[in-house]
């Protein structure tokens, strides 16, 4: 790799072939794939992912909210896109993008029936979602008869796929409880099932739900955070590679004296003659404040330099004291060379809420 001359987000798509193959190798041969591409997929870069996922072979997507759903078809995306949680006002948008709406109550069913006939459409494919314990979004099995009904009842939509989400996949501990959710969404979507004469997917597996609990895998299984390169534990994480990869460059070098601090409200308070480096890179740029105070470190010539005092919006401070740097060396974050969940971990949260936090303003640089 070139040497980065600032900040930078290395998104490297071979690794992303890499995990879409090893994700693909836990199922079933048939069952469909899905590519979670919400939140500028994690954080990445929506169109560059989902351009190489659809050439490789998945065969549906998968975006929060209408807005990222329109990106990637004006990005040339063609499979079949869930939009997981639209919004009543977006219907429009939707609909003229060729997006699949998630249904996940009777209030945005009926809604969007409203405007399908308004719109003299026939058979437009929606999919439900279905409460099976997450207590998030989705239908209560007990509303189902009146569900069925209502599909039954208009010509403009059809039901095409249903699903539910896991809560705790990735939590060995809560297995009893996630074998409640599979068998709750097996009576309920067979009584669906039941109603139709045309075939409904099934699909119910995050990426810890395919490695987990291969066998709920039903007709499609829903990933994000694996093809990203993260497995939500050690073991699974072995068998996967980081996509993005946040590195940037020292802008600055200092040597303090034992008792100077460095930083807003003198955050850090120097313990002996300390030697820090300064990095263009703050909490506007998604790495936040709660990364600060020591609580982790970035990689710097292959050594690992805490993060000092409070991180600012812009810059933060490391001490490289016994790191032999110069200004100008490259620093990482996370990536390839260091996992993004142990750095989130040590920092009390977890890789979904490091990577998807990467701001705009970092320039992607996209590894083909
Ligand atoms: C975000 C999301 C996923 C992806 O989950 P991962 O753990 O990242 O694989 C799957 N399904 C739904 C409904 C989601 O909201």
Redesign the pocket.
């Known amino acids: 790799m070139p040497k980065a001359q600032e900040t930078i987000l290395e998104i490297d798509l071979n690794s992303l072939e890499h995990n879409y193959q090893y994700l693909r190798s836990k199922i079933t041969p048939g069952i469909k794939m899905l590519g979670?591409v919400?939140a500028f997929a994690y954080g990445s870069d929506s169109v560059a992912i989902a351009k190489r996922l659809e050439k490789i072979g998945v065969d549906h997507f998968a975006v929060a909210y209408t807005k990222e759903g329109e990106t990637i078809r004006v990005g040339g995306i063609t499979k079949p896109v869930l939009v997981?949680h639209p919004q009543t006002h977006s219907f429009k948008t939707l609909i003229d993008h060729c997006l699949t709406p998630s249904l996940y109550s009777l209030h945005i069913l009926k809604e969007f029936i409203v405007t399908a006939e308004k719109l003299n459409l026939e058979d437009y494919a929606v999919h439900i979602n279905i409460n099976t314990g997450l207590n998030r979004l989705g239908f209560d099995p007990a509303d189902i008869d009146e569900v069925i009904s209502v599909f039954q009842n208009t010509s403009a939509i059809k039901l095409v796929g249903m699903y539910s989400?896991l809560a705790a996949s990735e939590d060995m501990a809560l297995r009893d409880f996630t074998k409640s959710q599979i068998v709750n969404f097996i009576a309920t979507s067979e009584k669906i099932i039941a109603a139709f004469d045309h075939k409904i997917i099934r699909h119910l597996c995050?990426?810890?739900g395919i490695l987990n609990y291969p066998e709920a895998s039903f007709d499609m299984v829903?990933?994000?955070?694996?093809l990203y390169g993260y497995g939500n534990s050690t073991k699974h994480d072995s068998n996967l590679k980081p996509v993005a990869t946040l590195k940037t460059i020292i802008s600055q070098i200092h040597r303090i004296k034992e008792g100077e601090s460095v930083g807003y409200n003198r955050g850090y308070i120097a313990k002996r003659d300390t030697t820090t480096a300064t990095l263009p890179l703050g909490h506007a740029d998604g790495i936040s404040r709660i990364y600060g105070k020591e609580k982790t470190s970035v990689l710097i010539n292959g050594k690992e330099a805490p993060i000092i005092g409070n991180v600012c919006m812009d810059m933060l401070m490391v001490d490289v004291t016994d790191i032999n740097c110069k200004e100008g060396d490259e620093a990482i974050f996370f990536g390839k060379e260091r996992s993004a969940e142990k750095f989130a971990n040590k920092a009390g949260t977890i890789s979904y809420e490091l990577v998807t936090a990467i701001s705009q303003r970092v320039k992607r640089h996209i590894i083909e």
């Open positions: 979670v919400k997981l989400h995050n990426t810890s829903r990933s994000g955070i694996g």
